[in-house]
C-alpha cells in the first residue's frame, strides 16, 4: 500500500501565485522528507528536504511546512513561474532503512 | 562535476528476453540504488548497494538482480522480461548507506517490452 498519500493530482497556477502541495502519512518511524522534482524524461531532482525536528524549511521560492502531530507535510512554491511546471513527488525515509517511499507526485502547470 | 550517469538512455526488447542497465554514482559517492517508475506514479525501490554488498531489496520478483562493481558502478539486470516491466528505470547514488540521507538521481533508462 502507498505509505505516503499526495495531493492534488494536479493543480493549474498562474504566474506568480503559490503552488501548494501535500502529503500524508502513517508511518511514524518516517524521519526524512525529501520532495523532488520531475521534468518530462528526465529523473527526479532533489528540491528540498526537511527532518521531523524541524516545522519549517525555506530554500529561495521554495518551502516545505512539518506538522509532525498531523502526519502532513506540504511543499510551497512560492511566486511562481512558468519553469517550474513539472511533476513534484514527496517521499518520506526511515533511519537505517533502504528506500524512499514516494507519494504519487503532483503535476503543477504555470500559466503565464 | 558530473552527476549520476546511465546507460542506455533507451531500449527496446521482446518478451522472455534480457536486459542490463549501468548506473554510475556521483564521484565519492559508495551507495547506489535502483527505482522503477512506471508512467504515472512515483519511483518504486528495487535495491540498494553499499561498498558492493546489497543492503535492502524491494518488493520485486527474482528475475531482478543487481551489482556493484569496486568503482562503485552498478549494473540492473531483468530476466524473462514481461511486459509490465516497461517503465524508467532509476539510479540514485549517495555518499552513504541507509534513506535518511540526500539521493540523486540519473536521468534513467527507457525500458520497453514488447
Known amino acids: 500500500q502507498q505509505q505516503v498519500k499526495q495531493s492534488p493530482q494536479s493543480l493549474i497556477v498562474q504566474k506568480g501565485g503559490i503552488s501548494i502541495i501535500n502529503c500524508a502519512y502513517e508511518n511514524t518511524a518516517f524521519d526524512y522528507f525529501p520532495w523532488y522534482q520531475q521534468f518530462p524524461g528526465k529523473g527526479p531532482a532533489l528540491l528540498i528536504a526537511i527532518r521531523p525536528d524541524v516545522s519549517e524549511k525555506k530554500e529561495g521560492r521554495f518551502t516545505i511546512s512539518f506538522n509532525k502531530s498531523a502526519k502532513q507535510f506540504s511543499l510551497h512554491i512560492m511566486d511562481s513561474q512558468p519553469g517550474d511546471s513539472a511533476t513534484y513527488f514527496c517521499?518520506?525515509?526511515?533511519?537505517?532503512?533502504?528506500?524512499?517511499?514516494f507519494g504519487a507526485g503532483t503535476t503543477v502547470t504555470v500559466r503565464a | 562535476d558530473a552527476g549520476v550517469t546511465q546507460s542506455p538512455t533507451h531500449l527496446i526488447k521482446t518478451r522472455g528476453q534480457q536486459v542490463t542497465l549501468r548506473c554510475s554514482p556521483i564521484s565519492g559517492h559508495k551507495s547506489v540504488s535502483w527505482y522503477q517508475q512506471v508512467l504515472g506514479q512515483g519511483p518504486q525501490f528495487i535495491f540498494q548497494?553499499?561498498?558492493?554488498?546489497?543492503?535492502g531489496r524491494g518488493n520485486f520478483p527474482d528475475r531482478f538482480s543487481a551489482r556493484q562493481f569496486p568503482n562503485y558502478s552498478s549494473e540492473l539486470n531483468v530476466n524473462a522480461l514481461l511486459l509490465g516491466d516497461s517503465a524508467l528505470y532509476l539510479c540514485?547514488?549517495?555518499?552513504?548507506?541507509?534513506?535518511?540521507?540526500?539521493?540523486?538521481f540519473g536521468p534513467g533508462t527507457r525500458l520497453t517490452v514488447t
Open positions: 548497494y553499499y561498498e558492493k554488498e546489497e543492503r
Open positions: 540514485a547514488s549517495s555518499h552513504t548507506t541507509g534513506s535518511s540521507y540526500e539521493q540523486y
Open positions: 517521499a518520506a525515509s526511515i533511519a537505517n532503512d533502504y528506500k524512499l517511499s
